[in-house]
C-alpha cells in the first residue's frame, strides 16, 4: 500500500486529503481514536478527507489479505511560506549632489545614505545626506577635502577613510572621519599604513580598512583603533564584502593580485580560493548566503558562506571600475565601463537587466538607504557630474 501524505486542498477548519494507492475493491479504513473513515479503492486509488488532527492509522483489506497499518500524522496546522519576488524598477526620481563630482566614497548608517568627498578640479569635502524617503541635506564637512578615499557601514557609524590630498605640501592618506546615527562627525585615530582606495569592510562589531601586510586598522563601535593580522599582498582597489561571519577582501591592485583574504568575527585571518583572474579594480556585494565579485571581466566570482568559490554566472558585458549595492533581495553591479549598463542578481543568482544609469561615468559611488540603490557621482572625458541614479526595490 503506497501513501501520499496529507496535503492541505482548502479553507475554513482542518481539510486533508489522504490519497491511497492499492488494489482496486479494497476497503482503506483510517483511524483516529474513536473516529472511523472509510472509502474503496477504485482506478487503484481511493481518497479519504480527514476530518481532525492527530495520528491516524491506515489499514487496507482486500479480499482475505490486509496490509500492514501504517501512521499517518496530521498537524495542528500546515505552516505555508509564500515567497513573492520582489519587483527592481528605475523610478522617475531626480535627485542630485550638492557638488558634481567623482572618486567620492559612500556608506549607510542608520536611516541615511551618505555620499562623501571626491574630485572636481579641487579635493572636495561636502557630505550629502539621503534619508530614507530620499530628502537630501548638506552635513558636517569631512575634516579634509579628499580624493580615492573609501567608506564602510558598521552598526553605529559610517566611516570614511584613507584618500587622497595634500597639506603644506605633504600627501596625505591616513585620516578617518566618523559619522553617526545623528550625523555627528567626530575623527578617531588615524590609520597606521595610509592609502588611496584602501579595502573598507565590516563584520561582527569592527570596521575594518586594508590595504598593507604589516597589519590593518579596526575600528569597534566605541571607535576604539586597535590593529589586526595584514593581508597576504598589499594593495588598494579591493573588493571587500560581508558574507555571514566573514568579511572578504578580494584582489586589487598595485600588484594587481587575485588574493582573497578573510577576517572573522574574532578579526582571526585566512585566506580563501583566489579569484579567476587579476583585476586592477574588484568591487564586491552581497546577496542571500552568496558574496559576488565583479572586476575587469564579464565573469563573476562567487562565495558561499563556507568559503566555497564557483564562478557559475556572468555579468551581461566586461566591467572596469564597478560599482556594486545590494537591496532587498537584488545585488546591483552597476559598469564603470561608460556603457550605462546595470546588472541585477536575485538571490538564486538570476540575472535580469534593468534600465540603464542616465550618463555614461566612471569613478561614482554607490549605497542603499530603505528600499533604495543609489549611485551618485562620477566623471566622463573630464567632466564631472552629481548626477545621481536611483533604483527601487518593493
Known amino acids: 500500500m503506497a501513501i501520499i501524505n496529507p496535503v492541505v486542498y482548502g479553507a475554513g477548519g482542518l481539510k486533508a486529503e489522504l490519497v491511497i494507492s492499492f488494489e482496486n475493491g479494497a476497503v482503506v479504513t483510517a483511524t483516529n481514536g474513536d473516529t472511523v473513515l472509510r472509502a474503496t479503492v477504485n482506478n487503484k486509488t481511493a481518497k479519504i478527507k480527514l476530518t481532525k488532527p492527530g495520528d491516524w492509522t491506515i489499514t487496507a483489506v482486500y479480499g482475505d489479505r490486509v496490509s500492514i497499518p501504517q501512521t499517518v ?81 558598521m552598526q553605529t557609524h559610517a566611516l570614511f577613510g584613507g584618500g587622497d590630498y595634500v597639506d603644506n605640501s605633504t600627501r596625505i592618506r591616513t585620516v578617518v572621519d566618523a559619522y553617526n546615527q545623528a550625523l555627528t562627525r567626530t575623527m578617531p585615530v588615524q590609520l597606521t599604513v595610509g592609502s588611496g582606495n584602501p579595502g573598507a569592510a565590516a563584520v561582527g562589531m569592527y570596521g575594518l580598512f586594508a590595504c598593507d601586510v604589516s597589519g590593518i586598522d579596526v575600528y569597534n563601535e566605541s571607535l576604539t583603533h586597535t590593529i589586526a593580522a595584514g593581508l597576504s599582498v598589499s594593495r588598494s582597489n579591493i573588493g571587500t564584502a560581508t558574507l555571514g561571519r566573514f568579511a572578504i577582501l578580494a584582489g586589487g591592485s598595485t600588484p594587481t593580485t587575485c588574493n582573497v583574504d578573510v577576517y572573522d568575527e574574532s578579526l582571526i585571518h585566512t585566506t580563501a580560493i583566489g579569484l579567476n583572474r587579476e583585476s586592477v579594480s574588484v568591487a564586491g556585494v552581497t546577496i542571500g548566503h552568496t558574496a559576488l565579485f565583479a572586476g575587469w571581466n564579464k565573469v563573476i566570482d562567487v562565495y558561499d558562506e563556507e568559503l566555497v568559490h564557483t564562478t557559475p554566472i556572468e555579468l551581461s558585458n566586461g566591467v572596469m571600475y564597478p560599482r556594486t549595492v545590494s537591496v532587498n533581495g537584488y545585488a546591483l553591479i552597476a559598469s564603470g565601463s561608460f556603457d550605462k549598463l546595470v546588472n541585477a542578481f536575485d538571490e538564486t543568482l538570476t540575472r535580469t537587466i534593468p534600465e540603464p544609469l542616465k550618463q555614461e561615468r566612471t569613478f561614482f559611488a554607490a549605497a542603499n538607504v530603505d528600499k533604495y540603490a543609489l549611485f551618485g557621482g562620477g566623471s566622463s572625458n573630464s567632466n564631472y557630474y552629481s548626477t545621481v541614479d536611483i533604483y527601487m526595490v518593493e
Do not use: C, M, W
Open 73 to 153: 500524522t496530521v498537524p495542528e496546522e500546515y505552516p505555508i511560506t509564500l515567497h513573492i519576488q520582489p519587483i527592481l524598477t528605475k523610478p522617475n526620481i531626480n535627485r542630485t549632489l550638492s557638488k558634481a563630482r567623482a572618486y567620492l566614497a559612500a556608506a549607510t548608517v542608520g536611516n541615511r545614505a551618505l555620499f562623501g568627498g571626491g574630485y572636481n578640479g579641487s579635493y572636495v569635502s561636502t557630505v550629502d545626506s539621503f534619508d530614507q524617503v530620499l530628502t537630501s541635506t548638506v552635513i558636517a564637512e569631512l575634516s579634509h577635502g579628499r580624493t580615492n578615499l573609501s567608506a564602510v557601514t
